[in-house]
């Protein structure tokens, strides 16, 4: 979602209203309030996305096989309960009343790391930790892919409008800070379209899993990931999801500021349109990490 945010605080009412504007400063978002919305289902000791949120009452949560992208999300590390969303500057978000969860992902200065960057991210560090380095490797927009494997061994992109080429112009560097001078790299030319060009589109909400992303393509567009799965004894299911965020931000877990009764979890049967605490997805795809 690259795009900068006006917002107007109405203290008084305890609302907090807001415009979404492109950086060429078209509203691309109508003014909506966010609220503060009570739940009883966080676990304010639990460091872990598994352990912070809890069960809804008659279901039960979806195990992934252990060594899986889904179990290494549903597992992934948070701050204690009361860290704040913080921007790349070092400065708290202006909205501290949409998350019940920040995952401990670093924020790098540069500003680059923004909502569909910081899902790439945890997908590279996960293929990367898993001695799966030769998997990583994305489209731009344009449709050129950049593959980590290509870059560690001094290959290049030279942009000129929509073509690239790739030459070799550097040493081999199969260092983990080359790694992230990568992601630096991809994070730049790629976004929410084109995760939504390349990445597998899943049809069947039966079919969801921990770590597929739900995705409004577009320029600009936004996106969250699936952090965990509950589901009853009739098959439906609810979830929960977390983000990135422009300007780069802390990665957080998201509210359900429609639905108190299920907060922070979210049902999607039946959805074609979804309300977040800062972005209304007028559409989404449901898309997996190949």
């Known amino acids: 979602m690259k795009k900068g945010i006006l917002f107007i605080i109405i203290s008084g009412l305890g609302i907090l209203a807001f415009l979404n504007f492109s950086r060429e400063g078209k509203v691309v978002k109508g003014a909506v309030t966010a609220y503060v919305t009570p739940t009883s289902l966080i676990d304010k000791d639990g460091m872990t996305i598994k352990t912070r949120v809890k069960i809804p009452e008659g279901y039960t949560r979806v195990i992934p096989e252990e060594g899986t992208f889904s ?6 590390q948070l701050k204690k309960a009361d860290a704040e969303v913080i921007n790349y500057d070092g400065d708290p978000y202006i909205f501290q009343q949409g998350h019940v969860g920040v995952l401990e992902v670093p924020v790098p200065s540069n500003g680059l790391q923004q909502c569909a960057d910081a899902l790439i991210r945890l997908r590279s560090e996960y293929l990367w930790e898993t001695n799966r380095k030769d998997e990583i490797g994305f489209k731009f927009t344009s449709g050129h892919y950049c593959s980590w494997q290509k870059y560690a061994q001094g290959y290049r992109p030279k ?8 030459s070799k112009t550097a040493a081999t560097n199969i260092s983990k800070e080359n790694f992230y001078k990568y992601l630096n790299l991809i994070y730049t030319y790629a976004g929410t379209y084109s995760l939504s060009q390349e990445l597998k589109k899943i049809h069947n909400l039966s079919d969801v899993m921990i770590g597929d992303l739900l995705i409004y393509p577009g320029f600009p567009g936004h996106v969250m990931m699936v952090g965990d799965i509950v589901e009853n004894n009739q098959g439906e299911r609810r979830y929960v999801f977390f983000q990135g965020n422009t300007p780069a931000q802390s990665v957080h877990i998201i509210k359900n500021v429609s639905d108190a009764d299920i907060n922070p979890w979210y049902d999607l049967k039946g959805k074609t349109s979804l309300d977040t605490p800062i972005y209304t997805f007028s559409s989404f795809e449901m898309v997996r990490f190949k």
Request: charged letters at 5%; glycine letters at 8%.
């Open 71 to 76: 179990h290494y999300i549903q597992n992934y």
């Open 159 to 166: 942009i000129n409008g929509n073509k690239v080429t790739f």
